[in-house]
């Protein structure tokens, strides 16, 4: 089954400890992308990826960190939580860039950091 | 001001009617997308459409691009339709320019009672 699958689904958390959301695709997609849900503010990107080992910020990048080593893998990093962090993240990806492509969402993570 | 907006914010109608969900854009795009975000939190991509109209099964979609203005029409609607419809353009040029990310609207709630 084609699929977007991040893991955890659920974590809560305190200040300042380190913790990564993975994220990976079966498609073989090209394009992933990795969004924060806040309400009120609607879906915002932080990163995306265009291919392996080519990543760059999207509009809320300030406290995270991506990486892209595999096609299939995108993690999400927090080096450093806070609070302003807690959110629901998505992670999307698709063959091509995001506006030029269905976007294929993953189940989300549900974050609270304390 | 917003670059996507959409109306209304929240919805409820009953079973049968026809439902009509608006989203204005300020931006030149090169495609729009409409997505449904169900109770539970998961997202799927429903239509993505650069002119005209797509249909599928009750749902339908139409862009103007010379008004900045697309609608997402539910033929005789059911409690299952309800949840957040959520609108969002790619800004800039199809086929190259900017990377095409997605600029979200904040989402219409519809609750559609039995």
């Known amino acids: 089954e084609a699929q977007v699958t991040q893991n955890p689904r659920y974590l809560i958390t305190v200040t300042g400890k380190k913790l990564t959301v993975t994220c990976s695709q079966n498609?073989?997609?090209?394009?992933m992308s990795w969004y924060r849900q806040d309400p009120g503010l609607g879906l915002r990107q932080i990163y995306y990826?265009?291919?392996?080992?080519?990543?760059d910020k999207g509009d809320v990048p300030e406290g995270y960190k991506v990486s892209r080593k595999e096609k299939r893998n995108f993690p999400l990093i927090l080096e450093s939580p806070s609070p302003n962090q807690t959110s629901l993240y998505f992670c999307?990806?698709?063959?091509?860039?995001?506006?030029?492509?269905?976007?294929?969402f993953g189940p989300g993570t549900r974050l609270t950091v304390l | 001001k917003n670059e996507v907006e959409q109306s209304p914010q929240n919805l409820t109608a009953q079973e049968g009617e026809f439902i009509t969900i608006n989203c204005s854009y300020s931006v030149g795009i090169s495609a729009l997308h409409w997505l449904q975000q169900h109770p539970g939190g998961g997202i799927v991509s429903l239509f993505m459409?650069?002119?005209g109209k797509k249909k599928h099964g009750r749902l339908i979609a139409t862009i103007n691009i010379q008004e900045k203005h697309s609608s997402l029409h539910i033929t005789a609607s059911h409690p299952r339709d309800s949840a957040v419809y959520i609108c969002a353009v790619s800004a800039g040029s199809y086929y190259g320019g900017s990377q095409g990310n997605l600029i979200f609207g904040k989402g219409t709630k519809l609750s559609v009672k039995p």
């Open positions: 459409l650069s002119s």
């Open positions: 999307a990806s698709s063959w091509y860039r995001a506006g030029a492509d269905t976007q294929y």
């Open positions: 498609m073989n997609h090209e394009y």
């Open positions: 990826s265009m291919n392996v080992e080519v990543t």
